[in-house]
C-alpha cells in the first residue's frame, strides 16, 4: 500500500527542489521516499491547515502470513458487514466523538465532521474508510473495535448510538490493533500553495 504524508520544513533563500529530493532520498530508508516538494506561504503548517483526512483500517477475513504485521485477523463468518455498515452510517449523524476519544486528553473539543464511515470488501480484505475535518487521538481505532463489536453482535444498532450518546469512552468497544491503520489522505485548501 502507498502511503502519503506531509511535512513542512522553514528553509531560507532558494533551493533546487529536485536536487534536494534526490539527495534526501539516497540516504532515507528503504520504505521511505520524497515524491515532491512544493513551495508553500510562510504560515503554511502541514498539520493545522488540514482541512480533511482520510483513513483506513485493514481487516484480513484469511489467514496471509504476508498480512500479519499489516492488517488485523478476524474470520469473515465472525462479522455481520451489513450491520457494521448501518452502524457506520450512524456516525453521520454525529459531530461529538468523547466516546472514541483516548481518556486522558488535553483537547479543546470532541467536535469532528465526519464525511465517510463505510466498510468495503475487497477479494478477502475487510477495509474501513473514513473521513473527516480532524479526528481525536485513538479515534479510529476506537471507532473501529466498537463497529467489530457491532458485526460480532455483541452491540445492537441502538447500543451504538446510545455508546455515542454517552460520550463516555468506557461504553465504546477496545481500541483495534495498531497494525491495521494507514492515513491514506490529507487534503489542504489551494491557498496555502505558492504557484
Not at 483513513?55 to 451489513?82: A, G, H, R, T
Request: aromatic share 10%; charged share 30%.
Amino acid at each position: 500500500m502507498h502511503v502519503s504524508f506531509f511535512l513542512h520544513v522553514d528553509i531560507e533563500g532558494d533551493i533546487d527542489k529536485e536536487k534536494l529530493k534526490f539527495k534526501l532520498n539516497s540516504f532515507l530508508p528503504e520504505d521511505i521516499a520524497i515524491f515532491q516538494i512544493v513551495d508553500v506561504r510562510d504560515d503554511a503548517h502541514a498539520r493545522f491547515d488540514a482541512v480533511s483526512r482520510s483513513y483506513q483500517y485493514q481487516v484480513s477475513l484469511v489467514k496471509n502470513v504476508f498480512e500479519n504485521d499489516l492488517s488485523l485477523k478476524i474470520q469473515e463468518n465472525d462479522l455481520d458487514i451489513d450491520k457494521m455498515n448501518q452502524a457506520a452510517q450512524l456516525m453521520m449523524d454525529y459531530s461529538d466523538f468523547k466516546c472514541f476519544s483516548r481518556s486522558k486528553t488535553d483537547v479543546k473539543t470532541y467536535q469532528c465532521s465526519i464525511s465517510e464511515s463505510v466498510w468495503i470488501k475487497e477479494g478477502n480484505k475487510l477495509i474501513y474508510c473514513v473521513t473527516a475535518n480532524r479526528f481525536l487521538r485513538n479515534m479510529v481505532r476506537a471507532i473501529v473495535g466498537t463497529l467489530l463489536e457491532v458485526g460480532k453482535h455483541k452491540m445492537s444498532l441502538d447500543q451504538f448510538r446510545k455508546v455515542i450518546e454517552s460520550r463516555d469512552r468506557t461504553m465504546a468497544g477496545a481500541s483495534a490493533k495498531a497494525k491495521g491503520l494507514y492515513l491514506t489522505h490529507i487534503q489542504y485548501p489551494k491557498r496555502i500553495f505558492i504557484k
